[in-house]
């Protein structure tokens, strides 16, 4: 009776003591994005300085596109810009990037580029969050890999890796 | 309505268009009071993806303000509910409700706990039945008697 009753008492405990291995330790913002694999959801933002001018994702089309999402009050941000104006740099003209600019005034946008090395790439103004939203943007930064068909590949939790991303961005080319 | 066309454009200026994820808004457009109550009703539903535990509509967080200006556009422009919810969980998963949805896999977070709790009840009785049917235990020997029983022998051989 006793070891039918552990054995009972296995069955139900085993699955929730791996559950909770499974996660231990694991960062509880990095949910898996459900956009992996799926076509990247269409924008046309205004682009910063642009006098007017806007970007579309459809644009890109054609080369693997980088969207990273940042913000002046990012800390982290901060930290990754120059991995990837040096990545942008790197892949100029093989690879779109695209900064897209979350609750953000354009004025502390300009500023801040100003003092941390200037743009190598695009800085889109999220009219309204929307594209965040779309994204499924949390905490900043987060970074999306676009295939040339426009499907996304990878998401960036957190600051970039510059030898993980050197890594996707040569599977994607 | 003049606000929800103002909204309508606002998102086409955006390219971003909730019909290629959820499709047709459900119900006409809304506005004022009823649209506010409606989207504070579903933000409520919807998990701040930067706070522990507290609902879009709770909490204090810049991106939670950005995902409740969201539903505002989303129910302004005729989206229910559900639309609203899946729109979400198209970008962001599952994760992002608040009350799991009761399907698939997520039915184990209802059916377990029952089936633990039944087990158990299931458990406690058979084990009082099984009490139950065994025959009565011996009355325990007074230690008294004994100690009596003792005592007089004693006495009689003294």
């Excluded at chain 1, 205004?46 to 890109?60: I, W």
């Excluded at chain 1, 030898?163 to 996707?168: Q, T």
């Amino acid at each position: 009776m006793n070891k039918k009753v552990l054995a009972a008492g296995f069955v139900l405990v085993a699955p929730l003591v791996w559950v909770l291995a499974e996660s231990f330790g694991a960062d509880p913002s990095h949910i898996p994005s459900p956009l992996v694999g799926k076509p990247a959801p269409a924008f046309s933002l205004p682009v910063l300085d642009g006098n007017g001018a806007t970007l579309s994702l459809a644009e890109t089309r054609g080369k693997p596109t980088v969207i990273n999402f940042w913000a002046t009050w990012c800390d982290t941000c901060g930290y990754e810009h120059p991995l990837l104006l040096r990545l942008a740099r790197t892949y100029e003209g093989r690879v779109h990037f695209v900064g897209i600019a979350y609750l953000d005034k354009e004025e502390n946008l300009r500023k801040w580029l100003s003092s941390h090395g200037g743009q190598a790439f695009p800085t889109l103004i999220d009219v309204g969050t929307s594209a965040a939203v779309a994204y499924g943007v949390g905490r900043l930064p987060e970074s999306y890999l676009i295939d040339k068909q426009g499907v996304i590949q990878h998401k960036v939790f957190g600051a970039i890796d510059y030898g993980d991303m050197v890594r996707r961005i040569e599977e994607m080319l | 309505m003049i606000l929800a066309i103002a909204l309508a454009l606002a998102q086409e200026a955006t390219g971003l268009d909730p019909r290629q994820v959820v499709g047709e808004p459900a119900q006409g457009p809304l506005a004022g009071n009823v649209l506010h109550d409606e989207a504070r009703r579903i933000s409520l539903l919807l998990r701040c993806p930067t706070c522990q535990g507290m609902s879009v509509a709770e909490s204090p967080a810049e991106g939670a303000r950005a995902m409740r200006d969201e539903v505002e556009r989303l129910v302004a422009q005729g989206y229910d509910e559900s639309q609203v919810l899946d729109y979400f969980v198209a970008s962001y998963g599952e994760f992002i409700l608040l009350r799991p949805r009761r399907e698939g896999a997520n039915l184990t977070l209802w059916i377990v706990p029952a089936l633990l709790a039944a087990g158990g009840i299931a458990a406690v009785a058979m084990q009082a039945r099984r009490r139950a049917s065994l025959p009565a235990p011996p009355p325990p020997a007074s230690t008294v008697d004994d100690y009596r029983a003792r005592a007089e022998r004693e006495i009689d051989s003294a």
